[in-house]
């Protein structure tokens, strides 16, 4: 089951609640009882991590020059 966050725009309480997905949204503050309690956005919170993903496949090769660059020795676009 996910864990939601959700705040109280009256009183401010913040407060995470595992539910299942298929539950309706909260509304009611569990400390002020009011119906300002809303589900907020959050980020996930995962990372790929293993082979086969590009924060590995592509960490640590080399980046190519362009072709002034080469030429010139130094980037001239860099100035």
């Known amino acids: 089951m996910p864990i939601y966050a959700y705040a109280c725009s009256s009183c401010g309480v913040q407060k995470d609640v595992m ?16 119906e300002t309690f809303t589900k907020q956005l959050t980020a996930a919170g995962f ?15 080399p980046k190519a020059e362009c072709a002034p660059c080469a030429s010139a020795g130094s980037c001239p676009m860099a100035s």
């Open 19 to 34: 539910q299942k997905m298929s539950d309706a949204p909260l509304t009611v503050c569990p400390e002020c009882g009011k």
């Open 47 to 61: 990372q790929l991590k293993g082979n086969g993903y590009y924060v590995t496949d592509f960490k640590n090769k």
